[in-house]
């Protein structure tokens, strides 16, 4: 069985967030403790795991290396993108999901893939206790997000957002008491021009410090800055070392999330299905 590193929501190599990729064979899921492993032996962000239905249509699941994800949008790039390489599909594919149903992607002339993916609107809350101290900054404000439970805090310029260093276990322990999968910190962009606003994003609790680039949290930046900025298309860039971008349009109760995907690297996995070592 193949395993891919596909780095999505960038043009190039070594640059967006790398995801591992495997396609597994027609039939029921595998172990849970089986693709936890693999996850945890890719030690990406998230691995996605895709189980053909048909040509066209696969159910898919992402495993970070500690845990089961609720919803990824760069590891479904990514696999829409080496179903596209790898097997030729082309156009639409559809990807069902345990929690937010049929997830739509299509595959454009230009080599980029658009996701539709659920808006998630963020409410506006108090600043939680010890986040300021968590992060080493003060929020002008911060929105919870229903449904992924992400809270997204606004900062004043995107040099706020890039001079963050955060407190791993402060972070940990805020988004376990608050029942949250992580932080997003955001502000407008600068006076570059090539995107309109930027974010970064922490959820250490799951194993993952820092997301390179995380699809799933512009569903709830995209609302909050086509609001904002009142335009319904936008680019984001996501201000993590590695960096990538993401154009996001606002469609209702849907948000279309549009990026590029590189493949990085394809190997053999010799572990069987099922074969989870004692």
């Known amino acids: 069985m193949h395993m891919h590193v596909v780095d999505a929501f960038t043009d190039r190599p070594f640059a967006g967030n790398p995801a591992g990729v495997c396609l597994l064979p027609a039939g029921a899921w595998p172990e849970d403790t089986w693709m936890q492993q693999v996850a945890a032996e890719m030690n990406h962000s998230e691995t996605a795991f895709a189980l053909p239905l048909s040509e066209a249509d696969w159910a898919i699941r992402w495993f970070t290396p500690l845990v089961e994800a609720k919803l990824c949008g760069h590891a479904t790039l990514a696999t ?16 069902t999901s345990r929690r937010y149903g049929v997830l739509e992607t299509r595959a454009h002339r230009d080599g980029s893939i658009t996701l539709d993916f659920p808006a998630a609107p963020g409410a506006e809350v108090p600043v939680p206790d010890g986040l300021s101290e968590a992060l080493g900054v003060s929020p002008e404000a911060t929105f919870r997000a229903a449904g992924l439970g992400d809270l997204l805090a606004v900062l004043p310029d995107e040099a706020a957002v ?10 940990a322990a805020l988004t376990r008491r608050e029942g949250l999968r992580g932080v997003i910190i955001t502000a407008p962009a600068g006076a570059s021009g090539a995107y309109d606003y930027v974010s970064r994003f922490f959820a250490p609790a799951s194993g993952i410090p820092e997301d390179p680039v995380t699809g799933s949290a512009h569903t709830v930046l995209a609302p909050y800055w086509s609001a904002r900025l009142g335009r319904d298309e936008l680019t984001g860039l996501q201000a993590s070392a590695r960096t990538g971008l993401v154009r996001t349009g606002v469609h209702g109760d849907r948000i279309h999330l549009t990026g590029h995907a590189v493949t990085v690297l394809t190997g053999t996995l010799r572990t069987p299905i099922g074969d989870v070592p004692g």
Do not use: K, M, N
Not at 80 to 95: D, I, K, P, Q, Y
Not at 162 to 171: E, G, H, T, W
């Open 80 to 95: 829409a993108h080496v179903l596209r390489t790898e097997r030729a599909l082309s156009g639409t594919v559809r990807f």
């Open 162 to 171: 890039r001079s963050v260093i955060p407190d791993p276990d402060a972070v």
